[in-house]
């Protein structure tokens, strides 16, 4: 969860469900420290603690004791703290879950930009799956469909051009071969990553 969503009653239905929840501690967060576990500092790992919330709200909203544990981003040098309700998983794995959760956060930042789902057909968990899957799947044969052709225009304009003469019975290379000449996108380095040309 992003730290900025602080809802204790909220973590303690996911407790209650048998759910478990990582999310990074805001600078004011207060608690009490019952034991400390110890640590490997060489992985960048601070601190391994379980700990109980101060304060009469938060006691009264969650009342049973979390786990808080300290990190130092290798890369960033950024310190951070998390806080769980998870007790058996390594420390480490708590902070690789925790950068985990970015990747998730640009892959939906991608499908919003890329995609460009409108409104979804259906509301369950299948419908909706299927309609995100079915647009990925297009934007993927587009892309190798760019990269086959050679074709110097975006993926944007190529599928602006389908989307135009999707009903229409015109060979697809007649209707690319009018493309204009590709102007340097911002992302193209993401299209590159994420499609792996």
Known sequence: MDRGYLDFARWHRLHQCGAFFVTRAKQNFRCARRCSRPVDKTTGLRFDQTVVLTGLEAQHDYP???????YRDPQTGKALVFLTNHFTVPALTI???YRGRWQIELFFKWIKQ???IKAFYGTSPNAVRTQIW?????????AILKKRLHLEATLHTILQILSL?????????HALAQLPPAS???DTDNHQCLLGF
């Not at 049973?64 to 300290?70: E, K, Y």
């Open 95 to 97: 902070a690789q879950l």
């Open 165 to 173: 003469t999707l009903f229409e019975k015109t060979p697809i290379l």
């Open 134 to 142: 079915t647009a990925i799947a297009v934007y993927l044969l587009v």
């Open 114 to 116: 890329h995609l460009r």
């Open 184 to 186: 340097p996108s911002p």
């Open 64 to 70: 049973v004791p979390m786990r808080r544990i300290g």
